[in-house]
């Protein structure tokens, strides 16, 4: 069975640090993976799709990393800021479905 | 990116009574939906598979006849809480996958609060 951790839980870092959020899942054979960010009583929005066979995604501020055969994925965000204060939950995606993580709540102090 | 649209966004409700949410995915056309609840600081979990035009799939110790979901075209899923209960409060999240195969996108819905008095 799939199971997907985020570490830390809680991260608060003052405004223009950069920052590693991390992720590991136990089964290896995924199709992809993927980074979304959560505001309070909001829906996820998607930051970054990494398929099986890549090893990183950019966009912007954001860097992804997949390291499929260690089970481990990190969201690197460069000169992070007050409005990058959310929760990111990753996901992994197995044969059938989605498994999300327990999430990173992160507060980026001004 | 995609669009997912969800409504209502906030329902409140007496208890016993019924209420749809629904899902629909603007911009593509989505073979499979998923239903999440989400409770207070915590993960999404995972309640059905919606296909389009079958049955839906439910996880283990999600009721099927307490939570319907009905995928009847490729762009719309709904899910109707049956009779519903306060210990069915939560937060109901709809997503769809855009493109088939292994490599599509997950694109979420912004979410329904349901509130049963």
């Known amino acids: 069975k799939q199971e997907v951790t985020q570490i830390p839980a809680a991260l608060s870092v003052p405004e223009g640090e950069n920052l590693v959020l991390n992720c590991s899942f136990t089964?290896?054979?995924?199709?992809?993976l993927q980074w979304f960010r959560q505001d309070p009583g909001k829906g996820l929005t998607s930051l970054l799709l990494i398929q099986s066979s890549q090893r990183e995604q950019t966009s912007g501020r954001l860097n992804a990393s997949l390291d499929k055969s260690s089970g481990r994925s990190t969201l690197y965000i460069a000169a992070s800021q007050p409005g990058d204060s959310a929760t990111y939950l990753c996901a992994v995606r197995g044969t059938y479905k989605y498994i999300f993580g327990t999430g990173t709540r992160l507060k980026v102090l001004a | 990116g995609a669009v997912v649209s969800q409504h209502p966004s906030r329902v409140i409700c007496k208890s016993g009574t019924s209420v749809k949410i629904e899902c629909r995915s603007l911009d593509f056309q989505a073979t499979t939906m998923f239903w999440y609840r989400q409770f207070p600081k915590q993960s999404l979990m995972l309640m059905a598979t919606s296909n389009e035009g079958s049955k839906a799939t439910y996880e283990q110790g999600v009721e099927k006849d307490k939570f319907l979901i009905n995928h009847a075209s490729l762009t719309l899923s709904t899910l109707t809480v049956t009779s519903a209960h306060p210990e069915d409060s939560s937060f109901y999240i709809c997503s769809a996958r855009a493109g088939t195969g292994t490599t599509g996108e997950l694109f979420f819905g912004e979410g329904s609060r349901l509130t049963v008095l």
């Open positions: 089964d290896s054979a995924i199709y992809n």
